[in-house]
């Protein structure tokens, strides 16, 4: 991965803060010129630097009240790729984690009610072929989300 300097940097938190915001103000304020920050921002997507831009859904809209996370323990650790390609078909399931501590793989998802994440649960999750256990934690409310702070300071 290339190195990022000041002016990546300078990009990436304002970006961070608006993704929508026209390349010109970004140019503007980073005093170059607009041609520049494209070329700048394409060369952070082709290096991964930045992974995605997009619209945050509220799942509440969509009828999603349940946000959980389900902690799930495998029969062994080198099945999670297998599970990782069963969770891809649940579309309640929006993150999967490969962790260390008590469980082999950290999930979120987002169920309409309660007798939903149970046939979530139940009939999806723990049917998936090395699942041996699941332990389930409902988030009552999200309090912060925010991407990580790009920081100049680390040169």
Avoid: W
């Avoid at 389900?70 to 062994?76: A, D, N």
């Avoid at 994440?117 to 009939?123: A, D, V």
């Amino acid at each position: 991965m290339e190195k990022i300097d000041q002016l990546d940097k300078k990009i990436l938190s304002i970006l961070s803060k608006n993704a929508r915001i026209p390349f010109k103000d970004v140019a503007a304020e980073c005093n170059v010129s607009r041609a520049a920050i494209h070329q700048r921002v394409q060369r952070l997507i082709d290096n991964d630097v930045i992974t995605g831009s997009g619209f945050d859904v509220n799942p509440k809209s969509l009828g999603y009240s349940t946000c959980t996370y389900v902690g799930i323990t495998l029969e062994r650790g080198s099945m999670y790729k297998d599970v990782v390609a069963e969770l891809q078909h649940i579309p309640e399931v929006v993150e999967c984690h490969f962790t260390t501590g008590p469980y082999t793989m950290l999930v979120k998802a987002y169920a309409r009610d309660n007798e939903e994440l149970m046939r979530l649960l139940n009939g999806k999750l723990q049917g998936i072929r090395g699942v041996v256990a699941t332990e389930t934690l409902i988030s009552l409310e999200q309090s912060i989300k925010r991407e990580i702070e790009v920081n100049f300071d680390n040169e």
